[in-house]
């Protein structure tokens, strides 16, 4: 077994035998159970507590869509949250502690280090992210006996693509910056930046800022513009991103 399959076993063994393995995967549990029943329960506790302020105005009959969307919805605010939250330390720690240092005396270079980190992370991600959508699809077609997968698929998909991409720009931010909080700051004033640029049709349809919008659109079973764009540049970012934190990480100091 090469150094770079060691490594990588090492990394999930981490995620495994460490708190990881329970923060974002309880985090999508909770969604993926309560989603649905939320969806379908929602138009009734409003109107039985507003509806006399309601007047007339009558709220439609929920549908699978709406628990597609509270999924969608909950993937891009809480989520994406607690990625920032959680990958703040991804390199800085690993520094910190001096894990680094010790594993970069066996035959691994400082690039695979960071490469290898990300991809076994975002490996994760994908892993935690099906589990989750596959547990979205079961209850909402308990609770509203219908639920056609293509929707809910396609949007949970296309989101992937922005939680790489924020996996991406968290560890190239903790290279860069030695504390997690920090970090993690500066990822969510990034989220903050691109949910603000995303009024700009322009970014909103070349840049990762236009991917929420689409995800839902698709989840409620809407037409969108195609998300041939928005994928290529989130692909394209993550990759620069990744390659600038291990050209980084080569200059910093153990």
């Known amino acids: 077994m090469n150094g770079y399959l060691v490594f990588a076993r090492k ?5 495994v035998r460490t708190w990881r393995i329970w923060v974002l995967p309880s985090i999508l549990l909770f969604f993926a159970l309560t989603g649905p029943p939320l969806a379908r329960f929602t138009p009734e506790l409003i109107n039985a507590l507003a509806g006399e302020q309601l007047g007339q105005f009558r709220i439609p009959p929920p549908t699978y869509l709406d628990a597609y969307g509270q999924w969608i919805k909950n993937l891009s605010q ?7 939250i959680i990958y703040g330390g991804l390199i800085s720690s690993e520094i910190r502690s001096g894990t680094a240092a010790f594993v970069l005396t066996k035959p691994l270079s400082r690039a695979a280090f960071v ?53 991406m720009l968290m560890t190239a931010l903790s290279v860069m910056i030695p504390a997690p909080a920090g970090a993690a700051g500066a990822g969510l004033g990034a989220y903050a930046l691109l949910s603000a640029v995303a009024i700009w049709e322009p970014l909103r349809t070349y840049s990762p800022a236009g991917i ?15 998300p ?17 934190a291990a050209a980084l990480f080569r200059r910093k100091e153990l």
Do not use: N
């Open 11 to 15: 990394e999930a063994l981490e995620i």
């Open 228 to 244: 041939l764009w928005t994928v290529t540049t989130s692909v394209l970012l993550s990759i620069a991103l990744v390659l600038l």
């Open 115 to 167: 490469i290898i980190k990300a991809i076994v992370h975002t490996a994760f991600l994908a892993f935690t992210l099906t589990a989750g959508t596959l547990i979205t699809w079961g209850v909402t077609l308990a609770v509203f006996r219908d639920a056609p997968a293509s929707a809910l698929w396609k949007s949970a998909l296309l989101w992937l693509v922005l939680g790489v991409f924020f996996i």
């Open 212 to 226: 929420t919008g689409q995800a839902t659109s698709l989840a409620a079973g809407t037409e969108t513009a195609s």
């Open 78 to 84: 809480i989520v994406l949250f607690a990625l920032i």
